[in-house]
């Protein structure tokens, strides 16, 4: 009698091989103006440009660089187009996370087969540099993901665009590329998205947090980590729980008028430069009270940093099993309580900073108390 000793080989195959993020795209209500702040405070630099100068006539888009990464900038010109909806419901936000693919037309195939919906059926665009091929599927809220497959595109950004040669290069702050992306949904609609990730995406639940983890005096928050096969790309779920107050979701699901992006985690090889240059140049942190130093090295044990300078600027340490990490937030980065930024530099640690999320988030509800959003 012969025993079957090994799984299908079908269930190890990565269907979705993604090579990390490609670029992240904001909905804007000016984007030529958010450009030059991802220029001036974040140390991005001009890349490409497309609008009516390069024949598309109803909106126009700035991609940026820094490093690995990528954002991009749209507005609509006419008030009757879509992304002037968009910006209207939402305010500024993402629309667009953008995945680095070989093939985008297996992704979309993949994705769609597997219950995905389509957003954009794959679509080859060229110009005299070459071609690239987009393919996308919609996921939580109005967000996107697009899967761009470029190995035949030698121009600035995309077809489409034309490079951005600027005067104004204000220098790097060391960002260096996105190490996750966090969703807010809506109440009882974290294991929807979790089981949308496992299923049309491929991704796995690798870290979960429970209301008894992420939970202050007032408010809660669930949360579920999904990563990809090769770990390149990592997408934590959040979903309010029931609290006293309001929590930071609800605040995000309220003004943001649904489901969407929280916050893009930007890594950096050495976070007390980064965040030194970034305060430097306006961009405001969350703080911790002061005390939350006291006691550090006693939690998390030896660290390379100093800790003067950790004090000085609200930058929070947190360790694993497996190293530790160090990890910052900023405050929203626009004028409703929507999307804000993490920068985080990595010393082994491959998890998010459970042993930070209490007084993170009794320092996001002082901010929401001001707001009188509590
Ligand atoms: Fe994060």
Redesign the pocket.
């Known amino acids: 009698m012969s025993v079957p000793t090994a799984a299908p080989v079908d269930q190890f195959v990565d269907f979705l091989p993604l090579e990390g993020t490609d670029y992240v795209e904001f909905y804007v209500g000016n984007a030529k103006q958010a450009a030059h702040f991802y220029k001036t405070a974040f140390g991005f630099q001009s890349l490409a440009y497309a609008g009516p100068e390069t024949g598309v006539k109803d909106k126009a888009s700035y991609a940026v660089r820094q490093n690995k990464l990528t954002f991009v900038f749209t507005t609509a010109l006419r008030s009757d187009h879509p992304i002037a909806d968009h910006v209207h419901r939402h305010g500024d936000g993402v629309k667009v996370l953008a995945l680095r693919v070989q093939d985008a037309q297996d992704a979309w195939q993949q994705t769609t087969a597997r219950g995905g919906e389509s957003w954009l059926a794959p679509e080859t665009q060229s110009d005299a540099l070459g071609k690239v091929v987009i393919s996308g599927i919609k996921t939580y809220g109005e967000t996107v993901h697009l899967f761009i497959e470029r190995k035949d595109y030698t121009g600035p950004f995309l077809p489409g665009y034309r490079a951005w040669k600027s005067d104004y290069n204000p220098v790097s702050t060391g960002l260096l590329y996105v190490?996750?992306c966090?969703g807010n949904v809506g109440w009882n609609q974290m294991n929807k998205w979790v089981g949308f990730y496992e299923t049309v995406m491929g991704f796995r639940n690798i870290l979960s947090f429970d209301d008894n983890d992420i939970s202050t005096e007032y408010s809660a928050l669930m949360s579920k980590v999904m990563s990809n096969g090769n770990g390149f790309v990592k997408f934590?779920i959040n979903e309010p729980a029931e609290g006293k107050k309001k929590s930071q979701v609800e605040e995000y699901l309220e003004f943001y008028n649904g489901e969407g992006c929280q916050?893009v985690?930007l890594a950096t090889a050495d976070i007390v430069a980064t965040v030194t240059e970034l305060q430097s140049r306006g961009i405001e942190f969350l703080k911790v009270p002061t005390t939350y130093y006291d006691d550090l090295l006693d939690r998390v044990g030896a660290i390379d940093e100093d800790l003067a300078p950790l004090r000085e600027l609200g930058i929070l340490v947190d360790r694993d099993d497996e190293g530790y990490l160090l990890?910052i937030f900023t405050k929203p980065v626009e004028d409703r309580p929507t999307l804000f930024f993490?920068i985080?530099q990595r010393k082994g640690a491959k998890s998010?900073?459970k042993g930070n999320f209490k007084a993170l988030f009794e320092a996001i509800e002082r901010e929401q108390e001001q707001r009188g959003n509590l």
């Open positions: 190490d996750h966090v934590p916050h985690a990890q993490e985080i998010f900073g």
